[in-house]
């Protein structure tokens, strides 16, 4: 089974200074692998996804992540944070069930950006 | 706007009455994904369709059930056999069921027992 793990439920950190939020991964074959953003109350959304290529993924609102083959490791990055991007951060993955590939999501981070 | 809709934002459950959340697509997209989420426990997926008119069991199916007669619509059923039913609501889409394709989500039905 492919999945992810989440290490922190919480990240906190100041306005201005870099934040990262830590996913590993254990999958077979080739790890495509993907963060969502959740604010309260609401769906999550996409942030950007990790095929092949490139080690730095660049995504959404300033948002990247670092692909670490031997360590396993997606980590979510962003060199300057803002009190905005506090919210819920999933990383996830597709699951082979059957003929497909269902998302399957950690438990999420939650992140506090502090003024 | 293209997107996924889903209905109501609140919903409200007596004991022992169904309940059907919807969701629409307008995206064109195959796949379609229900799932739960409660404080500290993540996504649980509950049911999940690839094509119309066939849907499979996700990890917590029991109390719920599900139909995808249209490609566009993939409503949920919360059964009076779903014994702890309030939780947040969460309907999602993809193109396909490919492994390197995003999902995306509607805003969420959030369910309360009374």
């Known amino acids: 089974a492919q999945s992810v793990a989440q290490p922190e439920d919480q990240v906190n950190v100041a306005e201005g200074n870099p934040l990262t939020v830590k996913c590993t991964y254990s999958v077979s074959g080739n790890p495509y692998l993907f963060w969502y953003v959740q604010y309260p109350n609401r769906g999550l959304q996409f942030l950007l996804k990790y095929i092949t290529g490139d080690n730095l993924v660049k995504g959404s609102y300033g948002f990247e992540a670092e692909f670490n083959k031997s360590q396993t490791s997606f980590h979510l990055k962003k060199p300057s944070a803002l009190v905005s991007d506090s919210a819920l951060y999933f990383c996830?993955?597709?699951?082979?069930?059957?003929?497909?590939?269902?998302?399957?999501f950690g438990r999420g981070t939650s992140l506090i950006v502090h003024p | 706007d293209g997107g996924i809709t889903q209905s109501p934002k609140y919903l409200f459950r007596k004991e022992g009455q169904n309940v059907t959340l919807s969701c629409e697509q307008n995206l064109n997209h195959d796949a379609m994904y229900w799932y739960r989420q409660d404080p500290g426990q993540g996504l649980r997926l509950i049911y999940y369709s690839q094509i119309v008119n066939d849907f499979q069991k996700g990890d917590i199916a029991e109390g719920y059930s599900v139909s995808r007669e249209k490609k566009e619509s993939f409503p949920l059923t919360v059964t009076s056999a779903q014994k702890n039913p309030t939780a947040f609501y969460l309907c999602a889409s993809s193109l396909t069921g490919g492994v390197n394709t995003e999902a995306f989500f509607g805003q969420g039905t959030r369910l309360t027992v009374v």
């Open positions: 996830a993955v597709r699951d082979k069930a059957g003929g497909s590939y269902i998302p399957t």
